[in-house]
């Protein structure tokens, strides 16, 4: 195999790949679960897992011993036969940290709420708490290619699917992954019922037991109206639906592509001049409903931007420590979980492209635009005593230090603001 890459993406063996990656909680299973559970991940379409290399045979092959030490503090020793050993400290206090004295093995601060992996049971090598990384704030320019789309759009066919036409015929209902190979999440079922009297079946209810998420029905070409899942899981469709004297055509569109579908399905189409530049590309897909996207017949992604999360439970400030929640540090209220969508740089032509929409409930396209997307300000956190490095993209150079605090700052990236004690000279040390 030879694996090299570009400023794009990785070449293995001539061709770019994008590598979707895993991880394996390894604690959690024996040594005998890991091959099954490698090889599910690998069905499931990982090209690579995440795995353990410092402390590896310890911690796979090692016997576990724990001790309390006292205000909320555990060690976690592994010690192999040959008497190597590999510990954590964890402090589920999640308000005070702890100084902890292992005597021989060396003194250690463990913040609140936080694990320390130790070497050989006497080397901090890594805390929780203390992770010191960068954030950059992006910013999207448009270009050169932010001119208004000209947009051309068919509706999606469906006539032979009306009068009860498909390609293959069955007594029974067929699970929709194995006859479409996963590869559409839409299948459509038609069926007939022959009626004698009407003047019982006149009103009456359709009823669908289905695992998809969403279901559609159409009788005699007439739309019933769609229903769908609220979380995924399995539900039964019943709407209620006029028969007529004879032979009725009742036709079902079943689709696994997340939640709530309807409208009108309508294909849009619009050439593009690929944005000049390295800086990434994305593109802008306000005001569409639910759908697909693809550039150059490559796909980027499923799109939801009309769903809009909750307006509650934001804040300015997120603190890590205590029991999970679902609302711990939540973001973007108000807002569609996404907007913006990747288009690698590898997808584009120089001259002309292709932006393919598959819209489901409606929205305009009037507003997609392309943007490049460049680093606007980077933040970062330090723990004391520790050293970090920043840097920008694309060989640009940190032009200004706008905010410097070695105290309890508070607030986020972009608008940092001072806390109720920090050294004085934070800035021009800086």
């Known amino acids: 195999m030879e694996v090299t890459y570009d400023a794009s993406a990785l070449i293995i063996n001539g061709e770019r790949r994008l590598i979707f990656s895993g991880a394996v909680h390894y604690p959690r299973s024996t040594v005998e679960m890991w091959p099954d559970i490698i090889q599910k991940a690998k069905d499931g379409g990982l090209d690579a897992i995440e795995t353990i290399k410092l402390g590896e045979k310890i911690l796979t092959n ?22 190597a050993r590999f510990c954590f400290l964890s ?3 999640s308000s005070n940290g702890a100084n902890v004295d292992l005597q021989n093995d060396g003194k250690y601060f463990v913040p609140a709420w936080s694990v320390t992996v130790l070497d050989g049971c006497n080397k901090e090598v890594f805390n929780t708490a203390k992770v010191n990384s960068q954030t950059s704030v992006m910013v999207k320019k448009s270009g050169d290619a932010s001119a208004k789309l000209t947009w051309a759009w068919t509706m999606e066919k ?11 015929k069955a007594h029974e209902l067929l699970e929709q992954k194995e006859i479409t190979f996963d590869a559409s999440d839409y299948l459509w079922y038609m069926t007939s019922v022959d009626i004698n009297d009407t003047s019982i079946w006149s009103n009456a209810t359709l009823r669908v037991n289905t695992m998809g998420h969403t279901l559609h029905a159409y009788v005699n070409r007439r739309y019933a109206g769609y229903q769908f899942s609220q979380w995924g899981n399995s539900f039964t469709y019943e709407k209620q639906v006029s028969l007529k004297k004879g032979t009725n055509i009742i036709t079902l569109l079943n689709a696994t592509v997340g939640l709530a579908n309807y409208g009108i399905r309508t294909w849009y189409k619009a050439d593009i001049k690929a944005p000049s530049g390295t800086n990434p590309v994305v593109v802008d897909l306000q005001g569409l ?15 939801w931007p ?14 890590y420590r205590g029991k999970y929640v679902k609302e711990k540090c939540n973001t973007n209220c108000g807002n569609p979980s996404q907007r913006w969508y990747h288009v690698p740089r590898s997808f584009l032509n120089n001259d002309k492209n292709t932006l393919v929409l598959f819209e489901e409930i409606g929205g305009n396209p009037q507003n997609v635009s392309f943007q490049t997307v460049t680093t606007g300000t980077i933040c970062a956190n330090v723990y004391e005593g520790a050293q970090l490095e920043l840097s920008c993209q ?3 150079v940190i032009s200004q230090i706008q905010f410097s605090s070695f105290g309890n700052p508070q607030g986020q990236c972009g608008s940092f603001k001072k806390g109720s ?3 004085t000279d934070s800035q021009s040390v800086v």
């Open 306 to 319: 009309s769903w809009i999360t909750s307006t509650n439970g934001c804040s300015d400030t997120c603190d």
């Open 421 to 423: 004690w920090e050294a």
């Open 394 to 396: 694309g060989g640009k």
């Open 91 to 93: 402090n589920v206090d």
């Open 158 to 168: 469906k006539k032979d699917t009306m009068l009860g036409k498909g390609s293959l």
């Open 62 to 83: 090692g016997t576990r011993t724990d001790k309390d030490l006292g205000n909320s503090v555990t060690l976690t020793t592994y010690t192999n036969v040959a008497g």
């Open 289 to 303: 409903g639910k759908g697909h996207a693809w550039v150059n017949g490559h796909s980027i992604g499923r799109y």
